[in-house]
């Protein structure tokens, strides 16, 4: 495999329902996706990554698929997205979907099939189980696992009597991946159907948990005020899961010039995502670490977010940065995707007076990050989370509304415990990156001409695409010289090694990149208060590349001023 095509690259994330409606129904679409691709060209991205676009009833936005095999006619058709694959490849732009292969839609004929009798030919291609019964004869799930959309992972079933798994909503049954006739079904039916079509690669979600402990165990105990736990001791990264994407990389990626980029969830052991990544281990080609974006979220409910300090941010970058150095691995950065809230609300500031400031800041610590660069959709133009004053009925993703209606309904409607989940909604609700693309200053922000499915964000007036692309200080500017300096100098921005300068700085995070004898030094402020910082790096040889102010002092960083040198 010519691995160098995936490691150079910065991939831009679309989500396709909020990024560019063609025919007005309010619902982003593929030939909107390729109204935009020169501007994705013009922006200095080369690889492009669809969330899911497979036929879907849309319970969670398309990771329920329901035909792997056809596009959802509420964006287009299979000939839109042939037609999108070969547009991309004219661009040189690459392109890779979202393989969504730890569950179906329980509207999937396999599902279907499955739920049918006990002695389907494809029962076993989901996990069901009998119950249990508690003291009083009473019927119970049979154990007390968590699903990670609230209350049981267990649905029963009346038909069979037995209960199906399903660790996210009810209706996404978990594939049961110890059946080999379902894998093979998969590898041909999935991957290679969609790479035979020219697909580059996928994303490939929840790659850490297809294996699942088959005694079902009972999950401890860690939120007593629940009858539902945590469970993912018996079913992440477990040794069969490991088994099942070498094979997966054996019968399919490795007979294609593709990537692959694993969703590792929280998986916080270097060591067992190096299992993964590294070239000799034969399975992907990178994985998404949250050690870094799930900072502040609750724990074991993320709706309930805790202050965190720029030193667990800046330990958390240099260990997912370390980790891949002087071995065959690979990482990659992000600080949003569709389910995040927006970085410079998390990170920076939505303040007008550091907005934009805090942006470009963001945009210098990605743009130095080694390993394959994702953006997310709006984050080049610095689009914000939700407007605060948005009650619960502007909000449509399932993970929010079940949060917010178990709340309700323990706390029997409770004023003071609603608006107390309000406030963890406002900040980590997978809503905030979910607004519609904000192009420009028109009606609904130029995304359609229709009713926009969720509500655009009201501040598109004066932050938009076109309106940034005028600009030549804009953060939509800023981005695209950043992102030229990234491929000017790549082996320092993306195969450089990283090190803390100052690391115990509350402050300011400075680090060196280094390749050979090349190196970067980088400084960014995330205070609003003007700081001064350590300069013993910089000599008069040293060339001040870019900064994100008009006019930089010599020792002082002026609040979310960034720079970075050549040294």
Same mark, same amino acid.
């Given at each position: 495999?010519?691995?160098?095509?995936?490691?150079?690259?910065?991939?831009?994330?679309?989500?396709?329902?909020?990024?560019?409606?063609?025919?007005?129904?309010?619902?982003?679409?593929?030939?909107?996706?390729?109204?935009?691709?020169?501007?994705?060209?013009?922006?200095?991205?080369?690889?492009?990554?669809?969330?899911?676009?497979?036929?879907?009833?849309?319970?969670?936005?398309?990771?329920?698929?329901?035909?792997?095999?056809?596009?959802?006619? !509420?964006?287009?058709? =299979?000939?839109?997205? %042939? /037609? &999108?694959? @070969?547009?991309?490849?004219?661009?040189?732009? *690459?392109?890779? $979907?979202?393989?969504?292969?730890?569950?179906?839609?329980?509207?999937?004929?396999?599902?279907?099939?499955?739920?049918?009798?006990?002695?389907?030919?494809?029962?076993?291609?989901?996990?069901?189980?009998?119950?249990?019964?508690?003291?009083?004869?009473?019927?119970?799930?049979?154990?007390?696992?968590?699903?990670?959309?609230?209350?049981?992972?267990?649905?029963?079933?009346?038909?069979?009597?037995?209960?199906?798994?399903?660790?996210?909503?009810?209706? !996404?049954?978990?594939? =049961?991946?110890?059946? %080999? /006739? &379902?894998? @093979?079904?998969?590898?041909?039916?999935?991957? *290679?159907?969609? $790479?035979?079509?020219?697909?580059?690669?996928?994303?490939?979600?929840?790659?850490?948990?297809?294996?699942?402990?088959?005694?079902?165990?009972?999950?401890?105990?860690?939120?007593?005020?629940?009858?539902?736990?945590?469970?993912?001791?018996?079913?992440?990264?477990?040794?069969?899961?490991?088994?099942?994407?070498?094979?997966?990389?054996?019968?399919?990626?490795?007979?294609?010039?593709?990537?692959?980029?694993?969703?590792?969830?929280?998986?916080?052991?270097?060591?067992?995502?190096?299992?993964?990544?590294?070239?000799?281990?034969?399975?992907?080609?990178?994985?998404?670490?949250?050690?870094?974006?799930?900072?502040?979220?609750?724990?074991?409910?993320?709706?309930?977010?805790?202050?965190?300090?720029?030193?667990?941010?800046?330990?958390?970058?240099?260990?997912?940065?370390?980790?891949?150095?002087?071995?065959?691995?690979?990482?990659?950065?992000?600080?949003?995707?569709?389910?995040?809230?927006?970085?410079?609300?998390?990170?920076?500031?939505?303040?007008?007076?550091?907005?934009?400031?805090?942006?470009?800041?963001?945009?210098?610590?990605?743009?130095?990050?080694?390993?394959?660069?994702?953006?997310?959709?709006?984050?080049?133009?610095?689009?914000?989370?939700?407007?605060?004053?948005?009650?619960?009925?502007?909000?449509?993703?399932?993970?929010?509304?079940?949060?917010?209606?178990?709340?309700?309904?323990?706390?029997?409607?409770?004023?003071?415990?609603?608006?107390?989940?309000?406030?963890?909604?406002?900040?980590?609700?997978?809503?905030?990156?979910?607004?519609?693309?904000?192009?420009?200053?028109?009606?609904?922000a130029g995304f359609t001409s229709g009713t926009p499915w969720i509500n655009v964000n009201k501040n598109y007036i004066s932050i938009n695409a076109e309106d940034q692309s005028n600009d030549e200080n804009s953060v939509l500017s800023f981005w695209k010289k950043l992102l030229h300096l990234r491929q000017k100098y790549l082996?320092l921005f993306i195969h450089g090694s990283f090190e803390h300068v100052d690391e115990k700085n509350t402050s300011i995070m400075s680090y060196i990149k280094q390749h050979g004898n090349s190196k970067l030094f980088v400084a960014l402020n995330f205070t609003k208060e003007s700081r001064n910082f350590d300069t013993s790096h910089?000599?008069?040889?040293?060339?001040?590349?870019?900064?994100?102010?008009?006019?930089?002092?010599?020792?002082?960083?002026?609040?979310?001023?960034?720079?970075?040198?050549?040294?």
């Amino acid at each position: 495999m010519n691995a160098e095509w995936w490691k150079n690259r910065a991939v831009y994330q679309i989500w396709p329902a909020s990024y560019k409606d063609s025919n007005g129904d309010g619902v982003g679409d593929i030939q909107g996706i390729i109204s935009t691709l020169d501007y994705l060209k013009e922006l200095g991205v080369g690889t492009i990554w669809l969330s899911p676009v497979f036929e879907s009833p849309q319970d969670d936005m398309g990771y329920d698929v329901s035909d792997y095999q056809k596009i959802d006619k !509420m964006y287009g058709s =299979n000939s839109d997205v %042939e /037609e &999108l694959i @070969e547009e991309c490849h004219k661009r040189d732009l *690459k392109i890779l $979907l979202d393989l969504v292969i730890n569950h179906t839609s329980s509207e999937h004929q396999w599902f279907k099939d499955s739920k049918k009798s006990k002695s389907n030919p494809r029962r076993n291609w989901y996990h069901w189980a009998p119950p249990a019964y508690g003291p009083d004869g009473q019927r119970c799930p049979p154990n007390n696992w968590r699903s990670y959309f609230s209350g049981s992972a267990w649905e029963w079933d009346e038909a069979t009597q037995e209960y199906y798994l399903h660790l996210f909503a009810k209706s !996404m049954p978990d594939l =049961n991946w110890e059946c %080999e /006739e &379902l894998r @093979e079904v998969i590898y041909e039916n999935v991957m *290679k159907y969609w $790479l035979d079509k020219g697909v580059d690669g996928f994303r490939i979600d929840t790659v850490t948990i297809y294996a699942k402990n088959p005694d079902y165990p009972y999950a401890p105990v860690t939120d007593p005020n629940s009858a539902w736990q945590l469970a993912s001791m018996h079913y992440r990264n477990q040794e069969r899961n490991f088994d099942f994407v070498r094979e997966m990389n054996e019968k399919v990626l490795s007979k294609y010039n593709c990537m692959t980029v694993g969703e590792f969830g929280p998986t916080r052991d270097t060591n067992v995502a190096l299992r993964y990544v590294k070239q000799s281990e034969k399975r992907i080609s990178m994985g998404f670490q949250f050690d870094t974006v799930f900072l502040g979220f609750g724990n074991p409910n993320k709706f309930e977010p805790v202050p965190f300090k720029l030193s667990e941010f800046k330990e958390t970058y240099a260990k997912w940065h370390k980790y891949v150095e002087n071995n065959d691995g690979w990482d990659c950065e992000f600080l949003e995707n569709h389910d995040l809230p927006r970085s410079v609300n998390r990170f920076g500031s939505d303040d007008p007076e550091f907005w934009e400031a805090s942006c470009k800041a963001l945009a210098m610590l990605e743009a130095t990050s080694s390993g394959t660069l994702f953006i997310y959709q709006g984050q080049e133009i610095g689009m914000t989370n939700i407007p605060k004053d948005w009650p619960i009925d502007e909000y449509r993703d399932i993970e929010t509304l079940n949060y917010y209606n178990s709340i309700k309904e323990k706390s029997s409607n409770s004023h003071i415990s609603l608006e107390k989940a309000m406030e963890g909604i406002r900040q980590v609700s997978r809503d905030h990156g979910r607004t519609p693309v904000q192009w420009n200053s028109s009606k609904h922000a130029g995304f359609t001409s229709g009713t926009p499915w969720i509500n655009v964000n009201k501040n598109y007036i004066s932050i938009n695409a076109e309106d940034q692309s005028n600009d030549e200080n804009s953060v939509l500017s800023f981005w695209k010289k950043l992102l030229h300096l990234r491929q000017k100098y790549l082996l320092l921005f993306i195969h450089g090694s990283f090190e803390h300068v100052d690391e115990k700085n509350t402050s300011i995070m400075s680090y060196i990149k280094q390749h050979g004898n090349s190196k970067l030094f980088v400084a960014l402020n995330f205070t609003k208060e003007s700081r001064n910082f350590d300069t013993s790096h910089i000599t008069k040889e040293s060339k001040l590349l870019v900064s994100n102010v008009s006019s930089p002092t010599d020792d002082t960083l002026l609040p979310y001023e960034g720079r970075i040198y050549l040294l």
